[in-house]
Every structure is written in C-alpha cells, then in structure tokens.
C-alpha cells in the first residue's frame, strides 16, 4: 500500500516513481526482519514506512506498510502526533532534577549554570566516560 500527497496536499497517489523500487524494497526487508516468514494476519508486527523530501519543503511524503489498512495508518499517525505533542521530555525532567540536586550539594542557586553541569554530566554519562556508582 502506499500514499502520497496530491495537489491539494491530500489524496491518494501511487509513490514518486523515483522511489517505487527502493521503498518497495526496503518494506519486503523490514517484513521479513519483523515477521519472519509470516504474511497477512500471522504477523506480529506492522510498520508504516515515509519517504519525503529532506530539509526542503518542495515535494509529497510517500509511504508504504507492510499491509495495514488505511485508515488504520491515520489512526497510528493521530495517536503518533498526540504523543508527540503532548508527551513530556524525560531528558528534560531528569536534567531539572539534576540541576536541582546539584544545587543542593554545591550550595549554588544558579539555574543557567547548574543546567549546564547537568547536561554536560548527561553526555559523558552517555558517552561512557563515567559510569554509575
């Protein structure tokens, strides 16, 4: 299945010809990673697959999925966006807490500076230069 945006911005539309053989291909790999062997309803998973146009905002977003119905792709892009817009970002709930307890140990009240310790602190955590007790 695949979708791409028309004129208006809506409707279907087979995928740009430029990426037929590449999507199609990538979503037989991705299938097969998934569900193995499987097809139709003995799959354990779905993926939806976009292809759009990178920083540029000239041209549609195509996609393709490993079978799921199209009203079931809006579904998943609907509860997608709620998540992305309303979820908060753990990153920055643990960098606050951080900061916070710094502030405790080091006897510092500066938001700014005690934010960049966290975050430098984060990083290297991150990176692997330290470890934790």
Do not use: W
């Amino acid at each position: 299945m695949s979708q791409q945006q028309d004129d208006s911005g809506f409707g279907p539309n087979p995928i740009d010809p430029r990426y037929v053989e590449r999507m199609n291909r990538l979503a037989k790999y991705l299938d097969s990673q998934f569900n193995g062997l499987a097809k139709g309803p003995a799959r354990k998973v779905g993926f939806v697959l976009l292809c759009f146009p990178f920083l540029h905002g000239d041209g549609p977003v195509n996609y393709i999925s490993n079978g799921i119905d199209r009203n079931d792709v809006a579904r998943l892009f609907e509860e997608q966006i709620y998540r992305l817009r309303n979820q908060t970002n753990d990153d920055a709930i643990l960098l606050a807490f951080m900061a916070a307890k710094l502030g405790e140990v080091l006897g510092n009240d500066d938001p700014d500076a005690l934010l960049t310790v966290a975050k430098i602190a984060m990083l290297a955590y991150r990176e692997g230069v330290i470890h934790s007790a």
